[in-house]
């Protein structure tokens, strides 16, 4: 009984380790007061794992954009209201610069690391 439930709680185990090493994580930046937010804070460079994504939510009463033109990723996501959200998924380890085409000044750094 002892050995089966041992085995039992190996193989839980087993696929807790796995499971987080396979999940990529999802992280949310806030667009707010024309820069990139985390916790508050204005930040010009984030760090992410290859597979993870990105929500940039936008919090200010106007639109925000959001763009790349990197080598690593090229897209064009749209503008969007307050309150809504666009994700972006790294796939390619390097560097990926995020824009928004109605504020210049809106600039941040995504490092992908392999
Ligand atoms: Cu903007």
């Given at each position: 009984?002892?050995?089966?439930?041992?085995?039992?709680?190996?193989?839980?185990?087993?696929?807790?380790?796995?499971?987080?090493?396979?999940?990529?994580?999802?992280?949310?930046?806030?667009?707010k007061?024309?820069?990139?937010?985390?916790?508050?804070?204005?930040?010009?460079?984030?760090?992410?794992?290859?597979?993870?994504?990105?929500?940039?939510?936008?919090?200010?009463?106007?639109?925000?954009?959001?763009?790349?033109?990197?080598?690593?990723?090229?897209?064009d996501?749209?503008?969007?209201?307050?309150?809504?959200?666009?994700?972006?998924?790294?796939?390619?380890?390097?560097?990926?610069?995020?824009?928004?085409?109605?504020?210049?000044?809106?600039?941040?750094?995504?490092?992908?690391?392999e």
């Amino acid at each position: 009984m002892c050995r089966v439930n041992f085995a039992k709680s190996c193989l839980f185990l087993a696929a807790i380790s796995m499971s987080s090493m396979l999940s990529a994580e999802e992280h949310t930046i806030e667009q707010k007061d024309k820069a990139f937010v985390l916790s508050d804070q204005k930040i010009e460079t984030f760090t992410v794992n290859v597979g993870d994504s990105i929500s940039f939510k936008n919090q200010d009463p106007w639109f925000h954009n959001i763009f790349s033109l990197s080598d690593i990723s090229t897209f064009d996501l749209g503008s969007y209201p307050k309150g809504e959200f666009r994700t972006v998924k790294f796939e390619t380890p390097g560097e990926a610069e995020i824009e928004c085409a109605i504020h210049p000044q809106m600039y941040l750094v995504v490092e992908v690391k392999e």
